[in-house]
């Protein structure tokens, strides 16, 4: 009896060890996809893909980017990336990544950027800053539903 009490308690050590990495390797895998998306997100605005909004976004998101008085809705945010659009043209970025915690169906990432922009004047800008993105999973895909942050300089 006890050499079979021992030997079950091997098969349940083994399990839940498993079962441990199996859910350590999807938060992983997960973290990558969340990252690969606000890469994704960046590099569209950068190359002027103006459907981003409605392919990335949630239909629910709210966002409250640093420059906005008040947080902006999906449509809010729409309008402004097409005024943006109009005004001045990405160069090049670069993303930092601080952390990135997924929890279920919804994953926070903090990071830092760098970017650089090219005005309807020809001039050159660069910015710095942070953002904090939440994203929701839709299906095999994230989303965003809301982020906060942006440029530091005023």
Known sequence: MPRQIGLLAVIISVLLLHSSFANAQDNVDDQAEVWATVEAIWDAQEQGDNGWVDAMLSADFVGWPNGSPAPRSKASTRMWARF?????????????????????DVAIVHYLFTSFTQLKDKSTQSHNGRFTDILVRDGDSWKFISWHGGSDAS
Request: without cysteine; glycine residues 14%.
């Open 84 to 104: 943006d659009a109009g005004q001045s043209k990405g160069l090049a970025h670069e993303l930092y990544p601080l952390s990135i915690v997924v929890h279920g």
